[in-house]
């Protein structure tokens, strides 16, 4: 039987107002198509930081400002792809995030998806040579760490999806790549292994010609003070960056435009009565190495808000499934999730998992209970994700209502809650999951780099680059 809902009050124009409202499209669009990529150190980075800002201004919320931090900054080249035997053939490529200037020859080695069981099948093979794995499966940094720990020179990303062009994703995540990598298309890469199949080996010759600098980057921050508990905060966010080559309109502002919409009517229907704080974030760089959530988590810390749990809604809005919930190995807060929906008359699905490569991961790291909200039925992989073709014109506006709708009444929920089923991790558990949780695999793949390399801890490394 569904229980009373005793929200219906701040329910009903919420949720009236998210599904008649046309601000998070006109947003989205101005985003993409007048701004870009938004990528670090672009022009459209710069412009989308102000609008944000502005929005965060317009739509109530106190402490409105930028914070402000510096980086090294990536920025593209020409990059070349040269197959120098059994046939000579120069091919299309981009240098992938975090590449430098380099030149590597070597033997192309294929690897499949490059999970252990690839890599290990050709261990003999790859020293020196040049890894082909294709996109999908498990993440890009996971495929790359392994050519790294297996003595490769260069890596090639070929994306699996036919007719969507080269794919992109960073290598160095938060520093120069260790080796120079490059994307491809689909079309290219089974290019490479028809020739591989009909002759053995195939000598190819990289060349790139990107460069780091030092650049400035913002995450824009406004807050709801909450009544009652305001030193008890919900952080709730999403990042304003896309690939250089791509609007990025799915992936991340599909969630973007869902955190500010989350703002407005949260803003406008209950921030007379909340309990506890919201703190609305548009973070930075993610995607080349979550630069502006871990700027934003240290900043918390140093200032010792008690944050009980962050929402990284990236990319959350996007359409193919219906929404759900995420929770990031928290699994005391089903229940009240469980709780809400049926307060809702709403089935939820609720899903446990957790992975390094997000800007949860910060917050993770300083044991925060996290979560995101997740779409559900959609196929499995990235599809146009990670392409110029992530465009507006694949966004879709219900899905971004729906995820909307749902951020801003669970979100109300937790701040207006007696109490919250949320613990801090103590740093011991932060430190035996990354050891042992199926889901941080890559994190412990980084961890091995670090290792071999001679880099310090990649925590202390990540924190010590982002101060």
């Known amino acids: 039987m569904t229980k009373t809902n005793p929200y219906l009050a701040q329910d009903r124009p919420i949720v009236g107002d998210v599904y008649t409202s046309t601000e998070p499209m006109t947003l989205l669009t101005t985003l993409c198509d007048d701004f870009g990529s938004r990528f670090g150190g672009t022009e459209g980075a710069k412009l989308a930081s102000d609008l944000l800002m502005e929005k965060f201004q317009a739509y109530g919320l106190h402490n409105v400002h930028k914070a402000a931090y510096d980086y090294d900054g990536w920025y593209r080249g020409e990059a070349t792809l040269q197959v120098l035997s059994p046939v000579q053939r120069e091919l299309t490529c981009i240098s992938l995030p975090y590449c430098h200037a380099a030149e590597v020859e070597g033997n192309v080695v294929l690897v499949g998806e490059g999970l252990a069981k690839d890599f290990e099948k050709e261990k003999e093979r790859l020293n020196g040579s040049i890894v082909l794995s294709q996109s999908g499966g ?13 003595d490769a020179s260069g890596f090639i990303f070929q994306n699996h999806y036919p007719g969507y062009g080269e794919v ?6 938060n520093h120069e790549a260790t080796i120079p990598g490059i994307g491809v298309s689909y079309e290219t890469g089974e290019f490479l292994k028809r020739l591989h199949k009909q002759n053995g080996d195939v000598r190819v010759r990289i060349q790139t010609t990107d460069e780091l600098r030092q650049t400035t980057a913002w995450n824009i921050v406004g807050e709801l003070p ?19 080559i791509s609007q990025g309109a799915n992936d991340p502002l599909s969630g973007m435009v869902v955190v500010t ?3 407005r009517v949260l803003s406008a229907y ?17 995607e080349v190495g979550l630069f502006g959530a871990y700027h934003d988590a240290r ?28 929770l990031h190995r928290v699994p005391d807060f089903e229940p009240f999730i469980e709780h809400a929906a049926e307060e809702m008359a709403l089935d939820i699905p609720i899903g446990q998992g957790i992975s390094g490569y997000s800007d949860h991961f910060p917050y993770f790291l300083q044991g925060i209970p996290t979560g995101s909200i997740m779409t559900v039925g959609r196929p499995a992989g990235r599809g146009f994700g990670h392409t110029a073709f992530d465009t507006v014109d694949k966004t879709d506006a219900m899905a971004i209502r ?39 695999e890559q994190h412990r793949l980084r961890e091995a780099v670090y290792e071999k390399l001679g880099r310090e801890n990649l925590r202390q490394y990540c924190d010590a680059v982002r101060t």
Request: charged content about 25%.
């Open 402 to 440: 729906e995820a909307a709708a749902l951020g801003a009444r669970i979100v109300l929920r937790m701040l207006s809650a007696d109490s919250l089923p949320l613990q801090a991790r103590s740093a011991e558990e932060v430190e035996r999951m990354l050891k042992e949780d199926s889901g941080l």
């Open 168 to 173: 992109t994703g960073t290598i160095g995540w």
């Open 299 to 326: 900043q918390l810390s140093d200032a010792q808000a008690q944050v009980r749990f962050t929402w990284n809604l990236d990319s959350a809005g996007s359409p193919g499934g219906r929404k759900g919930i995420q």
């Open 270 to 286: 209950a921030a007379d009565g909340l309990g506890r704080t919201v703190r609305f974030v548009a973070w930075s760089n993610e």
């Open 261 to 263: 919409e989350m703002a």
């Open 138 to 150: 498990i993440h890009r940094m996971e495929k790359y760490d392994r050519a790294i720990l297996h």
């Open 226 to 244: 909450g009544r009652v508990w305001p030193e008890e905060v919900i952080v709730v966010g999403c990042h304003y960056d896309g690939h250089d």
